[in-house]
């Protein structure tokens, strides 16, 4: 009678096996992938609704019977060693008869079947889900230690007696074993693992020492023996080789035991699967601003059953891009490419590599669309084919690209000057609608300015002054399209000063007056206030030459050389120009009047001016001396000028009434040095300094400065500059006490080498205080 018997690993403490159910019954049991089935219609519906399809729907669905049927249908879909598939046959007789014993026991193979189940449906390598099936197909009963056809009964006057056979236990008793032979590197012994059937359990032996395995089965119906063990890419884990599952040699042996009589190997087969690496980009698609540094993982992963000896990653990042850093240090970084290079790495199945890279990006945005390209090489060394056979290769690729926008403009302009109690208009071109514009200001010290409205329908805030100090205006503009990801702001200062009124230009028609000094009951200022507002004009002007009412030219040097009174004569006359006038007499005379406004303290230099020219008084006398210069525009800042002394657009409080508007002059009764002093300094509590002369066409100029005495003495140090900002000349004075000093300077840099012609800075040092005043050289 044939019996179908089915024994699961016993899952108590202790060595014992599970014990086989009465009445030729099947005992059931399953493990993760490994399922047993017993006769009864009953237990086949529990089985159905205990095990759903889903557990098993990934792979190849093999019930544990012992019968075969569906083991070999699986061996017949997936033949082949890179399949996993094998059917062994297997001639029969080889192992008897042998010393005169002539008997059929289940030791003698007929056919062998090996299943790897390493796929899912869609037939991808689940290196971490592989479940190892075997059948043994053999004449004579599985089991039957005796000859005497009952597998669990043991008959001492059998056809075994006579051949030593003394023991025959219920199943597959400790007389016997069924055995499956891995050799996992090709070398050395016949295996490095044996699963063993033995005792009625299933056991892993490695040097002698047995373990059980968890979750394996084994049935067998009459001359047939199935064997399912799950999770079988575990049972490497742990060996001193370095080895995996895709290059296993595998042997089936059927044998006796005890009696050495019934041993029976199948052919060697070897499983011979490709090696397989996934690697992946992630994020795949990032939104950035232009400038900002974007940041991926890259993950390779050993996604197949071959161990990965070598590895290679390379990333290429594409235009308007370049390499900042990463986790790992690259093995190599040649322009755009980025390698790692890894040898003997070792990477077993279902192990990954994980790296950062990190990229900085361009400003503005090199294209719309950032690419970035990886790849990835893993090679797989078969110890099978033997030293020096080229390696199994793999490759994978993947790319990211990154969506760049460039930073939005941020345009803010209005002016950097107002006084105290008065409201400045800001403004930028943006569309409020269109950038989601909005603006904050900060003030130092606090509380001195606030913004007191926005005009409706343009981007322009009033920013109201109560005191004085600076006060900053930031403007904040988001990218519409990435408003969360591309925000840009920028700044403006203004500062409020509290001036006390003094913005009161006069007109030419004034400055003509004092000229011509009809006593001083007719004139506001005294015929050696006039001297030292000339000597003022004459050291703080940037005008080259000065086009004489003759027709001819004058120097700034040659008008300095004058003496007092020829000086006063020629700059008053220059002042009353020729008749009739050009646009250049024109241009030179307003500049004069703007001049002895700005010395003589009515018009301070920080003043805004908002007429056909914004600016400040400072940077309108730089442009007009530049147009005197060099010819150009001079209509233009001809009227510029003309405006300022004239009071329009110029931003300031009434103007006081009394000579004390010419606060910078000292009164007509003091004496005044013939020498050009420094009129225009102010008072002695301020670090101020003048280049004399400025423009220099001579081989020498004096800069001349003033230590105020709140310093007492202090050490002084002059540095010169080019417009490159490189030192050519230090001047250190020794220390010098407070009051008016200068030092020459022969247009020599520290070599001794002369400066060529062009505009110069250079800084004062007094103590911990400094200014910078600029000064140009002619050479003819």
Not at 516 to 543: E, F, H, P, Y
Request: a negative charge.
């Amino acid at each position: 009678m044939s019996v179908i018997l089915a024994y699961p690993i016993d899952t108590r403490d202790g060595p014992g096996y599970s014990e086989l159910t009465k009445g030729g019954n099947l005992m059931f049991t399953s493990s993760k992938r490994c399922t047993a089935r017993r006769l009864s219609a009953l237990l086949v519906t529990l089985i159905a609704i205990l095990l759903p399809t889903a557990a098993r729907a990934s792979h190849e669905a093999i019930m544990v019977d012992g019968n075969l049927t569906d083991l070999i249908l699986a061996v017949n879909n997936n033949l082949g060693p890179d399949q996993g598939g094998f059917s062994i046959p297997d001639p029969l007789g080889e192992i008897y008869p042998q010393g005169g014993c002539f008997y059929v026991n289940g030791y003698d193979l007929r056919h062998s079947y090996v299943f790897i189940d390493f796929k899912d449906e869609m037939g991808e390598v689940t290196p971490n889900d592989v479940t190892l099936y075997v059948g043994w197909d053999m004449e004579g009963n599985v089991g039957d230690v005796d000859g005497d056809g009952d597998p669990s009964t043991f008959n001492p006057v059998g056809p075994g007696a006579a051949c030593g056979a003394f023991s025959d236990g219920a199943g597959i008793s400790d007389a016997e074993s069924y055995n499956v032979l891995l050799n996992l590197d090709c070398t050395g012994a016949i295996d490095d693992i044996r699963i063993q059937i033995k005792n009625n359990l299933v056991r892993k032996v490695v040097g002698g020492v047995a373990t059980l395995i968890p979750g394996a089965t084994f049935a067998f119906v009459g001359d047939k023996l199935e064997l399912c063990v799950p999770n079988y890419q575990d049972l490497i884990s742990g060996l001193a080789i370095t080895t995996d599952l895709c290059n296993a040699r595998i042997i089936l042996l059927a044998n006796a035991e005890f009696d050495f009589l019934a041993e029976d190997l199948s052919d060697a087969v070897q499983l011979q699967v490709a090696p397989s690496i996934l690697v992946e980009k992630n994020p795949p698609v990032q939104d950035i601003c232009a400038g900002e540094p974007v940041t991926w993982t890259i993950t390779v992963t050993n996604d197949g059953l071959c161990r990965l000896d070598d590895i290679t990653v390379e990333d290429i990042l594409g235009a308007g891009m370049t390499y900042e850093s990463s986790n790992t240090l690259p093995t190599s970084v040649v322009g755009q490419t980025i390698r790692w290079v890894y040898t003997n790495i070792d990477l077993l199945p279902g192990q990954t590599i994980n790296l950062t890279l990190t990229a900085d990006t361009a400003s503005p945005c090199a294209t719309p669309i950032l690419t970035n390209g990886v790849s990835v090489e893993g090679a797989h060394f078969d110890p099978c084919l033997g030293p020096g056979a080229p390696p199994a290769t793999t490759n994978s690729n993947d790319s990211a690209t990154i969506n760049c926008r460039d930073l939005p403009l941020c345009d803010i302009d209005g002016p950097s000057t107002v006084a105290v109690g008065g409201t400045v208009a800001v403004m930028t071109a943006l569309n409020p609608a269109d950038y989601g514009l909005s603006w904050s200001a900060i003030s130092d010290p606090a509380g001195i300015c606030q913004i007191v409205g926005m005009t409706t329908g343009v981007a322009t805030i009033n920013v109201m002054f109560t005191g004085a100090g600076a006060c900053t205006v930031t403007l904040t503009v988001t990218d519409p399209v990435n408003p969360e990801i591309c925000v840009s702001s920028c700044t403006h200062i203004i500062t409020a000063t509290d001036r006390g009124g003094f913005a009161c230009p006069h007109t030419i028609g004034f400055w003509r007056q004092q000229c011509a000094q009809r006593g001083n009951g007719s004139t506001k200022v005294c015929r050696d206030g006039m001297d030292n507002l000339w000597r003022c004009v004459i050291t703080q002007t940037g005008v080259i030459r000065w086009l004489k009412n003759d027709g001819g030219y004058e120097t700034t040097a040659s008008l300095a050389a004058l003496s007092d009174a020829t000086r006063f004569d020629r700059l008053c006359s220059q002042l009353q120009g020729p008749r009739p006038m050009t646009l250049s007499n024109m241009i030179e005379v307003q500049y004069l009047g703007l001049m002895l406004n700005v010395c003589s303290g009515a018009l301070p230099l920080d003043i805004e001016i908002s007429n056909i020219f914004t600016g400040t008084v400072a940077e309108a006398i730089e442009a007009i001396e530049n147009a005197i210069n060099t010819g150009v525009d001079i209509g233009y800042w001809k009227d510029v000028a003309d405006n300022i002394n004239n009071r329009i657009g110029v931003l300031a409080a009434d103007c006081p009434e009394g000579d004390d508007l010419f606060r910078n002059l000292p009164g007509c009764e003091v004496d005044i040095p013939s020498s050009l002093g420094l009129p225009g300094f102010g008072d002695l509590e301020t670090v101020a300094t003048r280049p004399f002369p400025n423009p220099v066409t001579s081989n020498a100029t004096s800069i001349e400065y003033v230590i105020p005495s709140r310093l007492g003495s202090a050490a002084v140090r002059i540095t010169i500059f080019d417009v490159s900002g490189r030192a050519v000349r230090t001047i250190a004075p020794a220390s010098q006490s407070a009051g008016q000093h200068s030092v020459d300077w022969d247009l020599r840099d520290d070599d001794g080498t002369s400066v060529t012609s062009g505009i110069y800075f250079y800084r004062l040092t007094v103590g911990d205080e400094s200014i910078t005043e600029k000064l140009m050289v002619v050479r003819k």
